[in-house]
């Protein structure tokens, strides 16, 4: 079991660190853990400066991933996920999948590795065309989107990227992860297919 002494190990300063410690304090936690009594450090829960902060990293384009190599397949689905690190030692990963039925059903995921606890946080998701609904919002739409993780949906127990826009920069898995390069911290594609127009 994580303790706040060796998550302080982990993380190297900044805001991710600074929420991390303030739930530390907040809980009932020991040298050697949490005591049962009292509230546990949930550390799936981030703030939007910790989001922003963790997307804006600048991190290493990963092999395989421009141009995609070959994917598995596994459930009627293509998929591969490919581990990225970053100057600071973060931990990040990059799922790509898109079902063999429909092409148009594809999603590439950036997500963070929580230090010591074994979770992915998904900080945004580059999706097919489908539909979806934001349920804070009462606002449902057909279309390509990008989900973005946000504490206001994490407060009541969504998933955390469970919020979404719609975009018309892309129209492909391909083009959705070079978008996810170009905004996420990978530098910028001078090339990136922009195949509907503005977003």
Not at 53 to 78: A, D, M, S, Y
Request: hydrophobic share 35%; net charge positive.
């Amino acid at each position: 079991m994580a303790t706040c002494a060796r998550l302080e190990r982990h993380l190297r300063g900044g805001s991710l660190f600074k929420d991390l410690r303030r739930r530390c304090r907040q809980s009932r936690w020991t040298k050697n853990g949490p005591q049962r009594k009292g509230p546990q450090l949930d550390m799936s829960i981030l703030s939007e400066e910790t989001i922003a902060g963790l997307i804006r990293e600048p991190k290493t384009l990963p092999e395989g991933l421009v141009p995609l190599g070959r994917l598995v397949v596994r459930n009627q689905h293509k998929r591969k996920e490919y581990d990225v690190v970053s100057g600071s030692r973060n931990r990040f990963v990059i799922y790509v999948r898109q079902s063999e039925l429909n092409i148009m059903d594809f999603s590439a995921i950036l997500g963070y590795r929580l230090p010591e606890v074994h979770t992915v946080f998904r900080l945004c998701r580059y999706n097919g065309k489908h539909q979806h609904t934001n349920v804070l919002e009462r606002q449902t739409f057909y279309d390509f989107h990008v989900h973005t993780a946000t504490l206001r949906y994490q407060a009541p127990g969504f998933k955390e990227d469970h919020f979404a826009a719609t975009t018309g920069r892309y129209a492909s898995l391909e083009a959705a992860i070079q978008c996810l390069i170009a905004d996420r911290g990978f530098g910028t594609f001078e090339d990136t297919p922009l195949f509907r127009g503005g977003a």
